[in-house]
């Protein structure tokens, strides 16, 4: 046996391992995280480590990056690696009491809502819908790929048992610790709800995403049944499609948006953004892949939301202005921050309409803006702008036929409203009919949770879901060549 000793946010540990062995799988094993964004292809340089001792020679992608790269290095004797500080990203499950009409089994349960980036729960009391505490991690999926295709990919090439075992042991965890906090015994919660996109909820199950991973892209699974978890009754609710998940569903039944008359457009912004459009009795739901750039991965001084992370950026005196979370010293550029530094850049002139900007902006010390990286802005924004677009036009929706324009998701929460609009994220006009629901896919799953009676609701929305399919589409393909165009007024 060799032994990797590892310095990691000031604590000094020792590992033991039989060489030779990957170093990310080393500090797998110890539960030390590093992210691999571009799926451990030694792309993004995110994984960036320190190292020394016996180590077999850089790859092409190491000597390329200039560094080590935990998701390339191979220790093959004794080692010593130094990692970057790391801090908890900080994660708002945004729970509340509800009603308790017809709970599942048990006096306590939880739900779980299983993000591409986060995981969160929700502990509640079954006989009166009180929520007793929440919890909430980034998914350790992560470390394996940032995104939902890279993780597909991972599952077929052999590491499917791994994800699966990853997402089990952080959903357990946050029960636990969710119990602590309460002050009961985790053997007393008997129910679950979980939550999450189709691609989750395979892994989580176990079960191989290869229907999902090519065309036509039909899964075999959309899940709305109970089976057990982590030992206890889970109900898994119905998933709409492929690439719109139960996650979806639980958005749209917390919305309430299909009781209402008039049309409204719900939108999840993240890695793979969900729209749902409401209308005459017709739910027209579609996806589109934009990427991890708003939540930090792929982004040269990208981070999640943690103490440092710039949050806010706006111009003062013809100054470029920041703020950081808990105004430590910034660290990071957090999604929010992005955009408000890209729509700051548009009033400045600093970038144009095309995106072409000349220089590399210090925002920070050690924080930098790329060209690369507004680059990496355009293809995330152009992909839902555009796909907001389609599903309008394939509907013969006009923008101000919308009375409602729900926005969900943890980077929706923080995401400020006229920067969003300003960079062409989505029309101006849907500012002042936004409304901001947090965490709407763990709220939904807390209602399933409480009131087992709205299955038939949450199976009748997803059951009812007319997709659009955005692959191949050429009214989408034209309104993406537009879309990656920022604004050229609005300011």
């Known amino acids: 046996m060799s032994v990797l000793t590892v310095f990691h946010n000031g604590n000094r540990r020792e590992i033991l391992f039989a060489p030779p062995q990957p170093l990310h799988e080393v500090l797998r094993s110890a539960s030390i995280p590093a992210d691999h964004p571009c ?33 390339q290095a191979v220790l093959t004797g004794d080692a010593t690696a130094w990692l970057e500080h790391t801090s908890l990203t900080q994660i708002e499950t945004n729970t509340h009491s509800l009603a308790s009409v017809a709970p599942m089994a048990g006096a306590y349960g939880a739900a779980v809502d299983i993000g591409t980036t986060t995981i969160a729960l929700a502990l509640y009391r079954l006989s009166d819908g009180a929520v007793l505490a929440s919890a909430a991690a980034e998914n350790p999926q992560r470390t394996i790929a940032a995104d939902v295709i890279g993780r597909m990919e991972a599952a077929m090439a052999g590491k499917l048992s791994l994800l699966q075992q990853l997402v089990l042991e952080k959903v357990q965890k946050l029960l636990s610790s969710a119990c602590v906090d309460a002050g009961i015994e985790e053997s007393a919660v008997e129910s679950l709800v979980i939550t999450g996109n189709t691609t989750m909820l395979y892994l989580l199950t176990g079960k191989g995403p290869e229907s999902l991973s090519h065309a036509p892209f039909k899964a075999d699974c959309l899940f709305g049944f109970e089976i057990t978890i982590l030992g206890k009754r889970a109900y898994l609710p119905p998933c709409m499609d492929a690439f719109v998940g139960a996650d979806i569903t639980c958005a749209v039944l917390a919305s309430a948006m299909t009781e209402n008359p008039q049309p409204s457009l ?4 993240g890695t793979n953004g969900e729209l749902v459009l409401w209308k005459e009795g017709v739910l027209s739901v579609t996806s589109t892949a934009a990427g991890p750039a708003f939540e930090g991965a792929g982004i040269s001084c990208g981070c999640g939301s943690i103490p440092g992370a710039i949050d806010r950026v706006w111009l003062e005196d013809n100054q470029v202005c920041c703020h950081t979370i808990e105004e430590s010293p910034a660290v990071g550029l957090y999604g929010s921050g992005l955009i408000d530094a890209v729509s700051t850049l548009l009033k400045t002139v600093d970038i144009d309409e095309t995106g072409v900007m000349d220089d590399d902006l210090l925002l920070a010390e050690n924080v930098v803006l790329m060209p690369k990286d507004i680059r990496a802005v355009q293809l995330a924004k152009a992909a839902i702008a555009a796909g907001i677009q389609t599903l309008l036009e394939s509907t013969d929706t006009k923008e101000n036929q919308l009375s409602d324009f729900y926005i969900c998701g943890g980077f929706g929460t923080h995401l400020n409203l006229q920067s969003a609009a ?10 002042q009919k936004a409304r901001v629901l947090g965490n709407a896919a763990l709220a939904g799953a807390a209602m399933l949770l409480l009131d087992t009676g709205l299955r038939a609701k949450a199976q009748q929305l997803a059951d009812a879901a007319v997709q659009l399919n955005l692959g191949g589409n050429p009214k989408f393909n034209e309104n993406y060549i537009t879309q990656i165009l920022f604004p050229e007024e609005g300011f």
């Open 266 to 269: 719900l939108c999840d912004i």
């Open 422 to 431: 300003n960079i062409g994220l989505f029309p101006h006009t849907f500012i």
């Open 39 to 71: 799926g451990g292809k030694g792309r993004c340089g995110k994984c960036a480590v320190k190292l020394a001792g016996s180590t077999c020679p850089p790859t092409e992608a190491e000597i390329t990056a200039g560094t080590r790269l935990s998701c």
